[in-house]
């Protein structure tokens, strides 16, 4: 684990790049995390999901995969994967500061 | 005479049926279940490579039932939880003052697109069920050589390693039959891993490498064409095969639906420590039917029953249940050869290495292979059948412990 300086702000991040405390999001880091990895602009569906996949990792524990965010935010598959290409699971999480979805190995 | 009404008699509601049957006085158990056999689903695993026979994994329900509990075998319908009664597809009509949610989940290869089309049990195969693993079992023994891909379709599943342990297992088994270099192995998972843990990752890692299986990550199955033989993912992307074997998508129960009981694949969201459903005193759920950050396990079902019965008879007195689930699964992982692993984790600690139950003596080995692992996992066979489901005490704890186990030194 360690640290990184992003958007103004210091976040603690695992060796992939993944946020570990989910409470110093905010949505500045996701906008500079885009630009990062290439998906930016965010537009109001990306928001739509990822505002979707924090309130749902918040309230169950564990972060959505693809069937539940469609399901909670109005996207459809085909949309989900061509607004976070290549796995939008992972993609999720990496900008909305939850974990990433895992097995239990 | 108050009424428990028990929803399932697998693992996870026979357990809860005989404890309760034996804890409570002045309440009738009642358990409800269309199935005539019960079946140990951890052996349709070893099916396909003939380490068990069929007919050594399943038993009629009736000897699993304690001489207290009633047996309804029908159907749910429907659950209404305001008027706390239950409707069948047989037309019976059950009232509860309490209900347990033990449904389980099955496999919905209707799911997805060209799945149970062409080459639905020629080329393609689950063994998620009985009437799968016996039918891959005559497909393995068949089998030439060629590209043989393990797909899971989406999370979640049962027993989240046994895609993994059917590698292993097909590894080994290939092997002996001196065919190996003619069988490729694919694992195409739509997790980022096939060890998505970091202790595991690292520890774990080299057995793929070691084993010749080539990994396809954050594959989201789409579509199979049966006749093409490919499966296609939502982003485009082909996994061809010779033989499939599929870990089709699950789903909860139909009457979880109908009642308006479950998320968008029909598992019950409830409270992960005390096992209340959402918004209902009087429901409570375990096993694979729940909507639980844990894995569906037999073992999560078995931790779960020993929690929610304490709940169970605090309910019967009315008063509210307490935050006793810690999450705790404990999960041998065959990895062929004679050898298997153990993990033991809950909803804070990932699965560590060290020995188990006894710390420095184990006999078995955490995250690591050894040969009375696997013979741990044969056994437990006796044990499920003689001991778990009867509710008797396992020699194992309810509530995971981190005796025994190497904590990270450096934060993972
Ligand atoms: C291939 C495979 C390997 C596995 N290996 C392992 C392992 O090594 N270790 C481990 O811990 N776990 C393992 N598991 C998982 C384990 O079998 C399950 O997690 C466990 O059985 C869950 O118990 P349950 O009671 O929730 O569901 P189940 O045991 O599936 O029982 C559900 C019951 O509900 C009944 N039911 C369904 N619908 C209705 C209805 N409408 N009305 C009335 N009754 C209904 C069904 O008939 C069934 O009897 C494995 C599973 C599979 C498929």
């Known amino acids: ?61 564990q972060s959505p995969g693809p069937r539940r965010i469609v399901a909670g935010a109005g996207v459809t598959m085909k949309e989900l994967y061509a607004l976070f290409p290549k796995g939008p699971g992972k993609l999720v999480a990496r900008l909305a500061g939850v974990p990433k979805p895992k097995s239990c190995l | ?158 027993c989240p390693v046994a895609p993994l342990e059917f590698l292993f297992l097909a590894d080994a088994y290939f092997t002996e039959r001196k065919m190996r270099d003619r069988v490729e192995l694919v694992y195409a998972t739509p997790l980022d891993a096939a060890f998505t843990k970091p202790i595991a990752a690292r520890t774990l890692g080299h057995l793929l490498d070691q084993k010749g299986i080539s990994v396809e990550t954050e594959f989201s199955t789409a579509e199979v064409d049966g006749g093409a033989r490919v499966v296609r993912s939502f982003d485009d992307r082909e996994v061809a095969y010779d033989l499939l074997v599929s870990i089709p998508t699950h789903s909860g129960a139909d009457f979880i639906e109908t009642s308006g009981l479950g998320n968008e694949l029909a598992f ?29 396990a037999g073992s999560v079902a078995h931790f779960q029953a020993d929690a929610l019965e304490s709940n169970l008879v605090r309910a019967t007195r009315g008063l509210g249940p307490l935050p006793t689930f810690d999450g705790h699964a404990n999960c041998f992982v065959e990895t062929g050869h004679g050898k298997a692993l153990l993990i033991d984790f809950n909803y804070e600690t990932e699965p560590l290495t060290g020995d188990y139950p006894v710390p420095g003596v184990g006999p078995f080995s955490l995250l690591e292979e050894s040969r009375a692992n696997h013979a741990g996992k044969m056994a437990f066979r006796w044990l499920y059948w003689n001991a778990l489901l009867r509710g008797r005490p396992l020699p194992v704890p309810a509530h995971m412990s981190l005796a025994g186990k190497h904590l990270p030194t450096t934060p993972t």
């Open chain 1, 1 to 61: 684990m360690s640290s990184r300086t992003i958007a103004g702000a210091v976040i603690d991040v695992d060796a992939e790049g993944f946020m570990t405390q989910s409470t110093q999001w905010t949505p500045e880091i996701a906008i500079a995390l885009s630009n990062e990895l290439g998906i930016a602009p965010l537009t109001d569906a990306h928001w739509r999901v990822l505002t979707f996949a924090r309130d749902d990792t918040a309230k169950h524990g």
């Open chain 2, 1 to 158: 005479m108050k009424n428990l009404l028990i929803i399932g008699a697998g693992t996870a509601g026979t357990i809860v049926a005989n404890r309760m049957s034996r804890d409570l006085r002045g309440w009738a158990v009642t358990v409800v279940d269309p199935g005539a056999d019960h079946a140990y689903q951890a052996g349709l695993l070893h099916v396909p490579f003939d380490m068990l026979d069929e007919a050594s994994i399943t038993r009629p329900r009736t000897s699993t039932l304690g001489p207290h509990v009633r047996w309804v075998r029908e159907a749910v319908r429907a659950i209404d939880t305001s008027g706390r009664t239950v409707e069948t597809r047989e037309g019976g009509k059950y009232d509860y003052d309490i209900i347990v949610i033990a449904s389980g989940c099955r496999i919905r290869p209707d799911l997805t697109e060209g799945l149970t089309g062409e080459g639905w049990g020629t080329t393609a195969f689950d063994f998620y069920t009985q009437a799968g693993s016996s039918a891959l079992k005559r497909a393995l023994a068949a089998f030439e050589g060629g590209r043989l891909v393990v797909n899971v379709v989406e999370m979640p599943i049962k």
């Open chain 2, 268 to 296: 019950v969201p409830a409270d992960k420590n005390t096992l209340a459903v959402d918004g209902h005193e009087n429901v409570f759920v375990l096993g694979d039917a729940g909507d639980f950050p844990t894995s569906k």
